[in-house]
């Protein structure tokens, strides 16, 4: 049977496995046989004896990840990421450490922590952008000329008015020569962006409380790792990168969104959810684009405050007053 597209095969990838609880690990020392020529220098040299069958497995389905990945990526250099990340992965099943990877590929990320990170729930690999990776598909939307995100410590300078004009109402100006200590801790998160345009998007800036009830209303994911001695989903390891990406993630509302990275939206929010991450298919990115270009639309709407836009007043609507039934005899008679 052809597969014809990516959202195909990663659908395959769930079935091709001989056992849907069997890990990366068993399937890896099952391999037998030496290391083939293709796999890595930079894994040979790791020594890790599973991470590097993994990897060889990985390799079969080199094809899939070309096809997948942009132009711009290399599939070795996206590989050799994969291959660092491999040691905490080994106990995944097969098939959703293939559609984790798949996905991420799709969206042109590379698994290095700081794109996006492939992490374990149980024995299944998830996809998880992060703010960087969000970043970058702002910017291959060329509807935006940069994307500003970042922290703001208790020892940096800093201003927010709402009511000023842009770009006078936010200013930050970090404490960089400070020592950390010194720094303080954070106390916001904000971003931003420069529209393609000249234009610049309205400033989310969010305070420890906002991304506190952020967390505890939408994240499932740290839902599930309240259990006892649990405690590792990002929220619990890296409180602040999940800060700044949840202030990245609400420019949404006012940033002109691309079909891809509403996709990406989509698919971070099902990870967390712990639902299957589908690649959308073709078929599938008009859907895509039409929610786009609705939040294009108010976007748009929203970067010039000082634009009035008026509309016309309601007419009342009046009702033909109700004739008497001496009035309605009266012109009968007259027609006669």
């Given at each position: 049977m052809s597969l014809s597209?990516?959202?195909?095969?990663?659908?395959?990838?769930?079935?091709?496995?001989?056992?849907?609880?069997?890990?990366?690990?068993?399937?890896?020392?099952?391999?037998?046989?030496?290391?083939?020529?293709?796999?890595?220098?930079?894994?040979?040299?790791?020594?890790?004896d599973v991470a590097d069958k993994a990897l060889t497995w990985l390799e079969k389905y080199g094809d899939d990840f070309t096809r997948a990945l942009p132009s711009h990526i290399d599939v070795k250099a996206f590989l050799s990421a994969v291959r660092a990340a491999l040691p905490g992965l080994i106990r995944c099943t097969p098939a959703s450490l293939r559609q984790a990877l798949l996905t991420c590929a799709r969206?042109?990320?590379?698994?290095?922590?700081?794109?996006?990170?492939?992490k374990r729930e149980g024995k299944t690999a998830v996809f998880v952008p992060m703010a960087q990776g969000y970043v970058d598909l702002m910017y291959r939307s060329g509807r935006v000329g940069s994307v500003h995100v970042g922290m703001i410590h208790e020892g940096d300078e800093w201003n927010y008015e709402p009511s000023a004009p842009s770009p006078l109402d936010f200013t930050h100006k970090p404490a960089l020569t400070a020592s950390k200590r010194n720094r303080g801790p954070a106390l916001l998160a904000y971003a931003f962006c420069w529209m393609a345009s000249g234009a610049r998007s309205q400033v989310?800036?969010?305070?420890?409380?906002?991304?506190?009830?952020?967390?505890?209303?939408?994240?499932?994911?740290?839902?599930?790792?309240?259990?006892?001695?649990?405690?590792?989903s990002f929220w619990h390891t890296d409180f602040d990168k999940m800060w700044a990406k949840s202030a990245l993630r609400r420019l949404h509302k006012v940033v002109p969104m691309s079909a891809e990275l509403v996709a990406l939206l989509k698919?971070?929010?099902?990870?967390?959810?712990?639902?299957?991450?589908?690649?959308?298919?073709?078929?599938?990115?008009?859907?895509?684009?039409?929610?786009?270009?609705?939040?294009?639309?108010?976007?748009?709407?929203s970067q010039d405050p000082q634009e009035t836009r008026t509309r016309p007043l309601p007419r009342k609507r009046t009702q033909p007053k109700r004739q008497t039934r001496a009035a309605r005899t009266g012109r009968r008679r007259a027609r006669r």
């Open positions: 597209t990516l959202k195909d095969r990663v659908r395959a990838a769930t079935v091709e496995q001989p056992a849907t609880d069997a890990t990366v690990q068993a399937l890896a020392e099952d391999t037998k046989g030496a290391v083939p020529a293709q796999l890595h220098t930079s894994a040979q040299a790791e020594g890790d969206f042109g990320l590379v698994p290095d922590g700081r794109h996006a990170v492939i989310i800036v969010l305070n420890r409380e906002d991304a506190e009830e952020i967390r505890n209303e939408y994240s499932q994911a740290y839902r599930r790792a309240q259990e006892p001695g649990k405690a590792d698919a971070d929010d099902a990870g967390d959810s712990g639902e299957v991450q589908v690649v959308h298919a073709p078929a599938e990115e008009t859907h895509l684009q039409a929610e786009a270009d609705e939040a294009h639309e108010r976007a748009e709407e």
